[in-house]
């Protein structure tokens, strides 16, 4: 049985980078799908930004999911980032302490 | 509902015996209904009257012991929601005969894994694992009030877990 999809995304190659924009509620059963399309926008640009302002819900699967896929982008020279984070995803992640390593600014 | 004497209890000060204890939830989840088991949860909470801050607090960390009792615990599981005077408790119990995925400890932040278990401590008033012959039952607790917090617990509480920015919410 599969669950019904909770949350979606789009994907928008510009010349110098990728916009990965996510939507609605990411969880453990969308943790898999969600690495492998942050893998697969990787291999479209030299940064990836993961736009996250309409995510509603992460869980620690989700953030497994993204630092995997920044340590993908590292390793092959190339960088990902998460944009517009806020609200309940932002505190997670602050409170988890991977945000900063998330953010543009990082190294 | 049994208010008066649970407003008894709470008033004389130290926390004795339960005196107020009602069943919110008990239902069987695999992974294709984590979702829908958090939403139930959800609702719950908001119902029982907890802040919003707090309330999404233990819904996150019940949704970590669900996730983990999926991923590590045999893929199903069964959760029980209950509330003891002004205390929500929550028991998750899972199938799983895997010792090696009880980290507790949060790793550090280029660490992919490994987050769950933390958060469900960190999020709640506290996480108690209890190894069973065949598997694991993961509890968390929280307070609808801060007068039925432990006393010890209140301080820290108030900065950890309570005082959430309240434009988070708002966004």
């Known amino acids: 049985m599969i669950p019904i999809p909770t949350w979606q995304h789009h994907v928008r190659v510009e010349h110098d980078r990728?916009?990965?924009?996510?939507?609605?509620?990411?969880?453990?059963?969308?943790?898999?799908?969600?690495?492998?399309?942050?893998?697969?926008?990787?291999?479209t640009a030299e940064l990836v930004e993961v736009d996250v302002h309409a995510v509603e819900f992460i869980d620690s699967t989700v953030i497994s999911a993204l630092i995997t896929a920044r340590n993908t982008a590292t390793a092959v020279g190339r960088r990902l980032v998460l944009v517009n984070a806020t609200g309940r995803v932002r505190r997670i992640l602050q409170i988890t302490g991977v945000l900063d390593s998330l953010l543009p600014g990082s190294s | 509902m049994g208010d008066d004497r649970q407003l008894h209890e709470r008033d004389g000060g130290a926390r004795g015996p339960a005196t107020f204890e009602l069943a919110l939830m008990s239902q069987d989840f695999t992974a294709a209904t984590v979702t829908e088991v958090r939403h139930a949860v959800e609702a719950l909470v908001s119902a029982a009257g907890m802040p919003e801050g707090a309330g999404y607090n233990f819904v996150?960390?019940?949704?970590?012991?669900?996730?983990?009792?999926?991923?590590?615990?045999?893929?199903?599981?069964?959760?029980?929601?209950?509330?003891?005077?002004?205390?929500?408790?929550?028991?998750?119990?899972?199938?799983?005969?895997?010792?090696?995925?009880?980290?507790?400890?949060?790793?550090?932040?280029?660490?992919?894994?490994?987050?769950?278990?933390?958060?469900?401590?960190?999020?709640?008033?506290?996480?108690?694992?209890?190894?069973?012959?065949?598997?694991?039952?993961?509890?968390?607790?929280?307070?609808?009030s801060r007068r039925a917090m432990p006393r010890a617990e209140r301080v820290d509480a108030s900065e950890a877990h309570l005082t959430e920015p309240a434009e988070d919410d708002e966004k």
Do not use: F, K
């Not at chain 2, 790793?107 to 012959?133: F, K, S």
């Open chain 1, 18 to 43: 990728s916009v990965l924009t996510l939507s609605g509620e990411i969880d453990v059963n969308a943790a898999a799908r969600l690495l492998d399309l942050l893998t697969a926008t990787i291999n």
């Open chain 2, 60 to 144: 996150l960390a019940v949704h970590e012991l669900v996730a983990n009792a999926v991923r590590h615990g045999g893929g199903h599981g069964h959760v029980e929601l209950r509330r003891r005077d002004d205390v929500l408790v929550c028991e998750v119990s899972d199938q799983g005969a895997a010792a090696g995925s009880m980290q507790v400890r949060l790793p550090a932040a280029d660490v992919a894994g490994g987050r769950g278990l933390w958060l469900a401590d960190e999020l709640t008033g506290g996480l108690t694992l209890n190894r069973r012959p065949d598997g694991m039952t993961a509890s968390v607790t929280a307070y609808l």
